[in-house]
């Protein structure tokens, strides 16, 4: 059931009302039953899955609390090894037959809907009792409502028990502000999906679809694939955000303007935030605090120096993290390599982070400098821009070609992308719309960016302004918008 359907928006509307007019004491039941529901119209035969993960890390948890030492490892196993066996055992039967020689035949193996997000939501929750951080849930139910909560169980985010758990138990009273605050959110989202993101697919789709008969073009299709992706993913998460909010939950926040950031370092703090606190928690600490890593960087420092010695454990447990982060994104070489040219630039960058020091002193540059801001803003763009044709193209040959002939033969010119468009033959029209959009989102970056909580500051606008702001969004769904309502997915429905 995708969220750009009617079918879905009346769903929301049946969750929502029920949601209200029963008793209290059971809104967390109603809840687990249309999230079950929600889950099973993806199809009945996923429902083992997420079933099977909610009951070994309920009772493992359980286990873990009572002192049972097996109980970690052999979830972690048994969880992120049902995830493994789905993803990527093709990734591999592929890549031993590319090295060996063999023939052997693919797998056909289910991709259930959201398993990579609830399998890092159910051992980030293992480990956070493991570690005492919370205490293990008694009620299966109520652990079952947190794994398969259905607004974010598609494409995140992340959630915590810490943070999400009690509000999903608790009892909540109808309060029209928060109503119409997830309305705004859901409306919003909407304009980001269909006017940004599915215009621009039609461009990106043609271009890396057809790259061999548009050489020169990439730089075209990956600028408007940054566009899409993040339209796309930040879009889907403002809609998540806004009906949990509707229900008085507040998920945890995954974008904050991230093509503002000045490195890759600070664009993975604004890029899908809370797979990059579930990744430092759970994944960079416990290997930068690692015996063996303390070891190594004892080695290190008695060979490198202490600064280079101390600062060389960090890199390799950050080219650890976005290896991971690679093969999460993805059961292909491309995708691992992805990771791996984000964690090389932060390692790199984590070992001269004193040269970088001594080089802006010697220069004369403050803090505050607003040209080398500029500077810092426009050198991460470049290289997120970089990493996006490793992201969406089919393979890693097909990236370096794009991007070699990107600069060697770069070109820009609509007539030539034939069948991009489905607006009677107008290539130029979907472009514009786009555009428009990425507009009035970089406005609202900026006033965000700036300290501005626009949220806040449209809710205490009269209703007649807030109306109107409702109204221009919605007529930018039906006229410049690419096909509304359609029953187009997102590009992290099946991760």
């Not at 600069?407 to 069948?419: A, E, Q, S, T, Y």
Request: charged share 15%; hydrophobic share 50%; proline share 3%.
């Amino acid at each position: 059931m995708s969220f750009v359907s009617l079918e879905f928006l009346a769903f929301t509307a049946l969750c929502v009302a029920g949601y209200y007019l029963i008793p209290k004491r059971f809104q967390w039941i109603w809840l687990l039953v249309l999230s079950y529901i929600y889950y099973m119209a993806a199809g009945p035969r996923f429902l083992f899955f997420i079933l099977f993960a909610t009951t070994v890390t309920y009772l493992g948890a359980l286990w873990a609390e009572a002192g049972a030492s097996f109980a970690v490892p052999l979830v972690l196993v048994l969880d992120f090894g049902m995830l493994g066996v789905i993803k990527y055992t093709n990734f591999l039967l592929g890549t031993v037959n590319g090295v060996f020689g063999t023939s052997i035949p693919e797998m056909k193996l289910l991709l259930p809907l959201g398993i990579s997000f609830y399998t890092f939501q159910a051992t980030g929750y293992l480990l956070d009792v493991h570690w005492k951080r919370i205490k293990a849930e008694r009620n299966p139910f109520r652990f079952a409502l947190f794994l398969a909560f259905f607004p974010q169980i598609m494409q995140g985010p992340i959630g915590r028990m810490s943070r999400l758990g009690e509000q999903l138990y608790a009892e909540h009273s109808f309060d029209m502000a928060r109503i119409e605050r997830g309305l705004y959110r859901i409306v919003w989202g909407f304009f980001k999906k269909i006017v940004i993101a599915d215009n621009a697919a039609l461009y990106v789709d043609s271009i890396f679809n057809n790259f061999l008969e548009m050489p020169g073009y990439g730089l075209m299709g990956v600028l408007l694939y940054g566009a899409q992706l993040y339209a796309d993913f930040s879009g889907g998460i403002d809609i998540v955000i806004g009906i949990a909010e509707m229900l008085g939950i507040t998920l945890d926040e995954n974008f904050t303007q991230p093509f503002f950031a000045t490195s890759i370092t600070d664009f993975w703090h604004r890029w899908h935030i809370t797979l990059g606190t579930w990744m430092k928690d759970y994944l960079f600490y416990p290997v930068s605090l690692s015996r063996w890593m303390g070891r190594f960087g004892k080695w290190c420092k008695a060979r490198l120096g202490k600064t280079q010695g101390r600062a060389m454990p960090i890199c390799v447990a950050n080219i650890i993290v976005f290896l991971v982060v690679g093969v999460w994104h993805g059961p292909a070489w491309h995708n691992i390599f992805y990771g791996l040219y984000n964690g090389l630039i932060i390692g790199v960058s984590g070992l001269l982070a004193k040269n970088y020091r001594d080089w802006k002193k010697k220069l004369g540059i403050e803090k505050d400098n607003k040209l080398f801001y500029a500077f810092q803003v426009a050198r991460t763009f470049a290289l997120v821009n970089i990493s996006w044709y490793l992201d969406r193209a089919g393979s890693t040959r097909q990236a370096l070609l794009m991007l070699r002939d990107s600069i060697l033969k770069f070109r820009f010119d609509f007539n030539v992308i034939g069948g991009a468009s489905n607006w009677s033959g107008s290539s130029w029209i979907p472009f514009a719309a786009a555009m428009i959009g990425c507009l009035v989102v970089l406005i609202h970056s900026i006033l965000r960016e700036r300290g501005v909580d626009t949220r806040k500051a449209l809710m205490a606008k009269p209703l007649a302004v807030r109306f109107l702001v409702m109204l221009a969004l919605v007529l930018a769904l039906v006229v410049i918008g690419n096909k509304p309502l359609s029953q187009g997915g997102f590009i992290y429905a099946n991760f």
